[in-house]
């Protein structure tokens, strides 16, 4: 089969099926891996799908992701009870990374209000927040991508390296048995490399986010430390964890 044949039918099969994992799409074409890296290598360069870890999308399924504006409203009690039990978490004098996500940013806005510990932050929305804060705010540099809030790329990589927390405040797009999920692979590296550079990682999430994950795994279950939630978790939910998780009710 020739290049151009190649490419007309992994367009439409990425079309067709709007996310694919690697091996999947590989089945279908039927070429070596190789090739197929460098198929969709110029099919990305060419705006016709998204590579992500371990997979491929197509534009339009990325753009269907929720606006931050959007995840702010949803779920807005059950957000504001996490934060509340969230920052009873916290002891004075604590270094606290606050992850970009809706629910953190409720945490962090209480956290804001205490002048005993420090934030750690890329989350443009509680940076504009710190404006009228009193804790002391460190801010993570990089590239903002406008639909999480969050500011990433190698600079925002780069500064992570040198900064180390006590403990980090996680969001995540969905939750299942393999572990924390997230819809980019930038924002994922992100979260990665917190988890890397602090000693308690608390997911801040919602029973909701249970059986929904998304394109790209972050993290295992084995790297978090708690969970803190709201309402009473389904039994599969809690069954589906790593025993020992601290689970926190807000």
Partial sequence: MFAEERHSLIKKIVRENQRMNF?????KVKVSPATLRRDLAGLEQSGDLIRVHGGVLHPSYARSEISFDERLHRNNAAKK???LK???????GSSVFVDAGSTCLEAGKILLRRKDIRLITHSVALLAEALHGEASVLCVGG???QVSGALTGGNTLGSLASIQSEFALLGASGLNEEGLWTTELSEAEIKQAIISRTRRVLLLADSTKWGTASTVRFAPWEKVTDWVTEGKLARRAKDGVRSGLRIHMG
């Fill in 86 to 92: 969230t920052a009873s978490l916290i002891p004075p």
């Fill in 81 to 83: 009870a996490i934060a």
């Fill in 143 to 145: 590239e903002l991508r």
């Fill in 23 to 27: 091996a999947e799409l590989q089945g």
